[in-house]
Nanobody, 121 residues
Framework: QVQLVESGGGLVQAGGSLRLSCAASGIIFDINAMGWYRQAPGKQRELVAIIAKGGSTNSEESMKGRFTISRDNAKNTVYLQMNSLKPEDTAVYYC???????????????WGQGTQVTVSS
């Protein structure tokens, strides 16, 4: 089985910073794209940022310049550095990874359990 375990969420004041981590474990042959999504109460889940295996990134326009995604392929880990946090960034943040478990298998999307980020004004 494959697990994605997030950490680093919490409560922070507006203007503060947090760094989220997500480590993939289990039987893993290869990981393609990894990313972060978030879901605020009463809203749909939305993309925050994604990063390809080679390092190219894409992020939601409103978060560019404040959020930075990175990854460590040797550790099967993706990070999200969040700076200048705003109350509207409050949400549950979910890690996502596109994982191939063996040479013959297809890539499958896996999700973490989510980590709460709360930004107080």
């Amino acid at each position: 089985q494959v697990q994605l375990v997030e950490s680093g969420g919490g409560l922070v004041q507006a203007g503060g910073s947090l760094r989220l981590s997500c480590a993939a474990s289990g039987i893993i042959f290869d990981i393609n794209a990894m990313g972060w999504y978030r879901q605020a109460p009463g809203k749909q889940r939305e993309l925050v940022a994604i990063i390809a295996k080679g390092g190219s990134t894409n992020s939601e326009e409103s978060m560019k310049g404040r959020f930075t995604i990175s990854r460590d392929n040797a550790k099967n880990t993706v990070y999200l550095q969040m700076n200048s946090l705003k109350p509207e960034d409050t949400a549950v943040y979910y890690c996502n990874a596109n994982i191939k478990r063996s040479f013959l298998s297809d890539y499958v999307n896996y999700w973490g359990q989510g980590t709460q980020v709360t930004v107080s004004s």
